[in-house]
């Protein structure tokens, strides 16, 4: 069955860095493009970044453009975001799914930005 394990996230001081990880499993990973996704008790989920199958295009949400960047491993059938100058608007959970999403989520990995 479809499965996600993200993992990477902790608290980190504004202006930090940090790389979220996603381990992917129950589909033909290379087939789809994928995604980092967000959201913040209360808020919609948001779509952060996208990679295309085979890695080459990217897309990101306007907030995070130049800060984050979004990469694949299609034989690990894993994906990354490294993250720059995280600010506290980045505090929240961080999702990995195909794009468009499947019905089944992960747990999901927090990132808190404290100083």
């Known amino acids: 069955q479809v499965e996600f394990v993200e993992s990477g996230g902790k608290s980190v001081q504004p202006g930090g860095s940090l790389t979220l990880s996603c381990a992917a499993s129950g589909f033909v990973f290379i087939c789809w493009s994928m995604s980092w996704y967000r959201q913040a008790p209360g808020k919609e989920r948001e779509t952060v970044a996208t990679?295309?199958?085979?890695?080459?295009?990217?897309d990101y949400e306007e907030s995070v453009k130049g800060r984050f960047t979004i990469s694949r491993d299609n034989d690990k059938k894993t994906l990354s975001l490294h993250m720059t100058n995280i600010q506290s608007d980045d505090t929240t959970v961080y999702y990995c799914?195909?794009?468009?999403?499947?019905?089944?989520w992960g747990r999901g990995t927090q990132v808190t930005v404290s100083s």
């Open positions: 799914n195909a794009e468009p999403p499947f019905a089944v």
């Open positions: 990679v295309s199958l085979g890695g080459g295009v990217t």
